[in-house]
């Protein structure tokens, strides 16, 4: 198929206020650009400047604050005291496979050797489902520990304690109004949970239940902190916010992944050429999770579970080719689903709030990564699904403001199942009541936007007037940047603005031309600068531009150099 070359919708720069004077004495300490760096991301004063940047969790991170923890813990001990079967299900994306390798190799250190259950995404779908249990029933399974889904299985939860199972049940999803009828319920979001940090991803609940059991029942030789590099993984993957305790267990596990005691990691780094021992958390949401969660999206994620637990050089090496290869295969059925939606949208008569598209075509492992694209390009909420015989299954993404989970609470009725949050949800609904939920969300929507400007916001650290910066003062920038790190979601990279520079030269790169290659001037210097995902603008640049960038180091054929990775364009006025 022919790639459309759709211009994005216009971003608006939001550009921080300067740091009040008040505050930039509170933090004199500290150089001038990082004082606006921390204040831009709520840092009031000296010392939680401090605790920010050595990335300490100010929150108490004691698990037996998380309810039923105490509960969980005993139970568990019992069945390995007992020698009872013990069932890990876990889940299929990056999070819950970490949190099921975290937990199997815990068991492991214990003596244990737990059945592994990670359900098959396109014969079973997401989370426990009635078939699963009877069959762990009929195993002799004793006791099931849910990784990272569970907390809305009511009636798989209620099945597997008649048929005589105790269940422990870890996930990090919003409950339901009626909680499971499990054993244990570790889920910081249910009621009553006095645990003071809510943004704990599947792998991080996990963890809370090692580090727990470690501390009633320590083992010679196994601390929790071993399988931190699990945690970073399953964090970031999970695009969870980078603040608070997840950021000081990203930091930690980032310098864990760094060591290169893990196989398979090691293995994965070297196919997506990746230096573990410079990791970042670019290169595991960029790099490693992808390639992770490939396997999930297009067979079973088994094999990312193998790779990750895997102890051998020769099955590491096997294992992270074929994500490598399954990973390929995703990207081209991606932008498949993509250009296909992106063409069906061009040829309609009407453009309601919300984008829908679904085809028997479309592969249901990757339809959430097309809907992500749609709406990254059209800020619009769409929903891409798998058309079957009797159902559409879909993936829905939004924006900030729109609240696609509580629409869909709004359509219940009409849906065979759904859950999510505020920016993503997944749904299943009959094909009959397919126009009906189409016309309520999109009414929905449409009363929801009205006075609304809908446009997305770039939130930008600084403005750098580069033609007046020393060339000496570049380093010390992209010094005080990587302080910022751990980045990400709640914790952003830092993001900065220059106008009026000099395009000397473009040109497209990639395999579609799909993104952008620049030298630009400002002063006497020139740039090096790549604009991902922004080809359009081939042969249109004007002559001088401003930019919304963030400084980065371009690493190539064994060569490094700094560059300026560009978000935004815009014609410098009067251009």
């Not at 608070?244 to 070297?270: D, F, H």
Request: hydrophobic residues 45%; negative net charge.
């Amino acid at each position: 198929m022919e790639i459309i070359n759709h211009t994005p919708v216009t971003k608006r720069w939001n550009i921080a206020a300067p740091i009040p004077p008040e505050i930039d004495q509170e933090l004199a300490d500290f150089p001038p650009l990082l004082r606006q760096l921390l204040y831009n991301r709520g840092v009031r004063d000296a010392e939680t400047a401090q605790a920010f940047l050595s990335a300490s969790a100010p929150e108490a991170t004691d698990p037996f604050l998380i309810r039923d923890m105490t509960t969980a813990v005993r139970l568990l001990h019992a069945a390995i005291t007992n020698g009872m079967p013990i069932a890990i299900y876990g889940d299929y994306d990056v999070d819950g496979v970490t949190a099921t390798a975290l937990l199997y190799e815990l068991l492991q250190k214990l003596g244990v050797s737990p059945r592994i259950y990670i359900p098959n995404r396109f014969d079973e779908g997401y989370g426990l489902n009635l078939d699963a249990v009877e069959q762990l029933a009929r195993e002799g399974i004793g006791l099931i520990i849910t990784v990272d889904c569970g907390i809305r299985s009511v009636e798989e939860i209620a099945l597997a304690r008649r048929l005589g199972m105790q269940v422990i049940l870890t996930d990090h999803h919003q409950p339901g109004e009626v909680l499971p009828p499990a054993d244990a319920i570790l889920n910081v979001h249910q009621p009553d949970d006095s645990y003071p940090f809510k943004d704990l991803v599947g792998v991080g609940m996990a963890y809370k239940l090692a580090a727990a059991y470690l501390t009633v029942y320590p083992q010679p030789g196994v601390n929790a902190e071993d399988w931190l590099d699990l945690v970073a993984l399953g964090t970031v993957a999970d695009m969870a916010p980078l603040a608070g305790e997840n950021r000081a267990l990203v930091r930690a596990g980032i310098q864990a992944m760094r060591k290169l005691s893990r196989q398979g990691l090691y293995s994965l780094a070297q196919v997506s050429s990746v230096n573990l021992e410079k990791l970042a958390t670019v290169n595991i949401g960029f790099h490693l999770a992808p390639r992770l969660n490939a396997a999930g999206r297009l067979d079973s994620a088994m094999a990312a579970f193998r790779l990750l637990t895997a102890q051998d050089v020769l099955t590491a090496g096997e294992l992270a080719l074929q994500l490598d290869s399954q990973n390929s295969e995703r990207q081209e059925i991606t932008t498949y689903i993509q250009e296909n939606v992106l063409q069906n949208i061009i040829q309609a008569k009407e453009q309601p709030p919300i984008v829908f598209d679904a085809s028997p075509e479309y592969n249901e492992g990757v339809v959430g990564l097309a809907a992500s694209r749609i709406t990254e390009a059209l800020y619009r909420p769409s929903i891409i699904g798998h058309r079957g015989e009797d159902v559409v299954v879909a993936s829905c993404r939004s924006i900030p403001e729109f609240n696609i989970t509580r629409a869909l609470d709004a359509c219940a009725d009409l849906l065979v199942r759904y859950g999510g949050h505020s920016m993503a949800a997944g749904l299943t609904v009959a094909n009959e009541n397919l126009p009906e939920l189409l016309r309520r969300l999109n009414s929905i929507a449409t009363k929801h936007f009205q006075g609304l400007e809908l446009a997305p916001v770039l939130k930008i650290d600084q403005e750098i007037a580069l033609d007046s910066l020393p060339a000496a003062e570049i380093p010390r920038i992209f010094e005080m940047v990587s302080l910022l790190e751990p980045t990400g979601r709640g914790n952003p990279e830092a993001l900065f603005c220059s106008r009026n520079l000099q395009v000397r030269k473009s040109y497209p790169v990639g395999k579609k031309q799909q993104h952008l290659k620049l030298i630009l001037r400002a002063g006497l210097v020139d740039y090096e600068a790549i604009a991902f995902g922004q080809g359009h603008w081939n042969g249109q640049l004007p002559v001088m531009i401003d930019i919304a960038y963030t400084f980065e180091i371009n690493k190539y054929q064994g060569r490094e150099n700094l560059q300026l990775n560009i978000r935004d364009i815009k014609p410098s006025e009067g251009m």
